[in-house]
Structures are given as structure tokens and as C-alpha cells.
């Protein structure tokens, strides 16, 4: 059930980090956003756990989960560039 919430909340990080990018490079499609959102919110969620913010049972919240998505838009922004 954990992985499940982190995929759905994955979805609404993507969504929000895509109108949270400043920029003209965001990916092209919604659904490649949000499968962004949901790769930043599992990788957040994999290092909360792994700095003892949280247990293997809890998923990351939507805070960790937007703030992974935006990082993991960005790099994809910046390799879609070149």
C-alpha cells in the first residue's frame, strides 16, 4: 500500500512541480509530467528513509514528494535541453 500512496501522490507532485518550473523547457506531455512526479516521489521518499526522517511503512508526503518531483523535472529540462 505504501508504494501505491507514493505513486499517487507521485502523480499530483508532478502536476504541481510542472506549474511550479519556471521556464519554457517543462516536459511536453501531462503524462510524462506525471511520471516524472511519481519517479521525484518515490526517489524522495528512498532518501527520507534512508536519513531516518521516516520508517520503510511511511510514504513520503506531498511536501517531499512535490520537492522530488521538481528536482527530477529539472534535470530531465536541462538533459531535454542539449
Known sequence: MGFLYTLII??????????LIPGKTPPS???MTTILGMIGAVLASYVCQSM??????????????VLGAI???????KLRQK
Open 10 to 19: 507521485g502523480f499530483f507532485a508532478g502536476v504541481i512541480g510542472r506549474f
Open 29 to 31: 506531455s501531462l503524462i
Open 52 to 65: 531516518g526522517w521516516g520508517n520503510m511503512d511511511e510514504p513520503v508526503g506531498l511536501f517531499g514528494a
Open 71 to 77: 528536482v527530477v523535472l529539472l534535470i530531465y529540462g
